[in-house]
Structures are given as C-alpha cells and as structure tokens.
C-alpha cells in the first residue's frame, strides 16, 4: 500500500490496516493512535518520532526498523520482529512484547517501565541506560547484552538468561536474583543494596566497586569473582563460596561471615585483621596483599 492512500484512509477513520505491506515506509512523525497493524510488514521502514500509542503491531516484521524517539505507551509487540531495529529513546510505558525478536536492536535510552517482555529475545541488544524498573522480564534472553547504566529495580527477573550480560553501573537495587545462573556477569559499580542473590552462581562475575549494602548472598557461588572495593556492609554471606575470590579494600562491616569459604581469597591486611577480631574467623590458605 501506498503511504499516501495509508494515510488518507487513517484521516478518514480507518483504524484496521491489519497485514498490509509498508516495507521501507517513511513514516517519520506520523500519528496512528489506536491502529490495528498486526502482521504488517514494515521491514526497514522510518517511523522515527510517530505516534503510535496504543496499536497494536503483534507478529509486525519490524527488522531494521527506525522508531527511535517513537511515542509508543502501552504499544502491543508481541511476537513481533525487532530484530536489529533501533528503538533508541523511544517511549514505550506499559507495552508489551511477549517473545518479541530483539536480538542486535538498539534499545539505549528506551523508556519501558513496566513493560511485559516476558520471554523476549534481547540476544546481544544495545540497552544502555533503559529504564526496565518493575519490567516483566520473566524468561528473556540478554546474553551478550550491553545494560550499561541500566534502571532494573523492582523488574522481574525469574527464569532470565543473563550470560555475559554487561550490568555495570546499572541500577538493581532490591532485586530478586536468587538462584539465577550469573557466572562472568559484569556488575562493576552496579548500585546492588538490598537485593537477593540467595543460591545464584555469580562464579568469575566482576563486582568491583559494587554497592553491595544489606544482600543476601546466603550459600551464593561467588567463586574467583572480583569483589575489590565493593561495599559489603551488613551483607549476609552465610556459606557463600569466595574461593580464589578479591576481595581487597572491600568494606565488610557489620556483614555476616557464618560459615563462608574464604580459601585462597586475596584479601588486604586490614580486612584479615578486621574478620580475625569481629568474627574469629578461621580459615586456612588466605592470600594476603598489601
């Protein structure tokens, strides 16, 4: 269809344009409130700066994509393919994307406070500095995916797949991460307090300078992990592994060590001395370093 007759017949009150053919469209700042464009084919189209709050695009081709700046509030993507479409601050509060392809889409600076993208491909996405706070995130995929600066709190994290995720400076605080599979996840200077890595794997994840205040590391798996200078106050670590971990200049005041595995940890003189006369603590094989 051709853009022109598209628009006329959207000024003239139709509002089911459900399966039509846009590819390569330009689009840009166009208005389409309320539209019905499921299955359209808008591959490589330019809606940069539309308006598209409230319609629903499900099971759209969306590949390649321009809807940076796009006004989509409470949009309905699901299923639809975004693969590598750039999203870069487009406002989209309270959408859904329901196992929406994501993978290689720039989605930086993208407002999607709760969004649903329950089980959405996010497979090597560029998301620095999204807003996800109280996102559904349950079973998506963001291996390999730049969060840089982030805003995760409160979001959903159930099921996720976070392999060599890049979270740092992100902002997770009172997150439930309990049991998740976070091994050589990059959470440097991530802003952590409050929240629950109970039973997570976090085995070589890079923690260093991470806001660490009151988490529960409960029987965490933080084995060779980079925790230096992290801030570990009133953190619980009852039989948490930090075998071969760093833990130079971290701060561990008022944390609970009960039964934590501190083998062959690299720790500096003053936290040795701190553990050796708040807790007694007895372990064998320390690394100390200066």
């Known amino acids: 269809m051709k853009v022109n007759h598209f628009l006329r017949l959207y000024q003239q009150g139709y509002r089911d344009f459900s399966g039509i053919d846009l590819r390569g469209a330009d689009l840009t700042g166009v208005t ?18 539309a308006f598209l709050t409230k319609s629903n ?45 994501l993978s290689g889409a720039n989605l930086s600076h993208t407002n999607l406070r709760l969004a649903n993208l329950s089980q959405a491909n996010l497979c090597g996405a560029t998301l620095q500095k999204v807003n996800l706070r109280q ?44 049991g998740a599979n976070l091994e050589e996840i ?5 802003r952590l307090n409050g929240s629950n890595f109970a039973g997570a794997n976090l085995r070589k994840a890079n923690l260093a300078e991470a806001h660490l205040k009151r988490v529960n590391f409960r029987e965490t798996n933080l084995a060779e992990a980079n925790l230096s200078g992290a ?14 971990a760093d833990l130079r200049y971290a701060k561990l005041d008022q944390a609970i060590l009960h039964n934590t ?16 006369q708040v807790f007694g603590h007895q372990c064998l094989d320390w690394q100390i370093v200066t």
Do not use: P
């Open 135 to 178: 996102a559904n995130l349950n079973g998506v995929n963001f291996n390999w995916a730049n969060l840089y600066e982030g805003r995760l709190t409160g979001a959903n994290f159930d099921n996720t797949s976070l392999n060599q995720v890049n979270l740092s400076e992100s902002f997770l605080k009172d997150t439930d991460l309990s």
């Open 32 to 49: 389409l409130i309320s539209v019905n464009l499921t299955a359209v084919n808008l591959m490589g189209a330019n809606l940069r700066h």
């Open 57 to 101: 695009l499900s099971q759209a081709a969306l590949n390649w994509t321009d809807l940076s700046y796009a006004k989509m509030s409470e949009v309905i993507l699901n299923q639809a393919d975004l693969t590598k479409a750039n999203l870069e601050g487009a406002f989209m509060v309270k959408s859904q994307l329901q196992k929406a392809k």
């Open 186 to 190: 990059n959470l440097y200077r991530a």
């Open 231 to 244: 801030l570990l106050q009133q953190a619980d670590l009852t039989g948490a592994n930090l075998t071969k």
């Open 261 to 276: 595995i501190l083998e062959r940890s690299l720790l500096s003189e003053d936290i040795l001395y701190y553990i050796s």
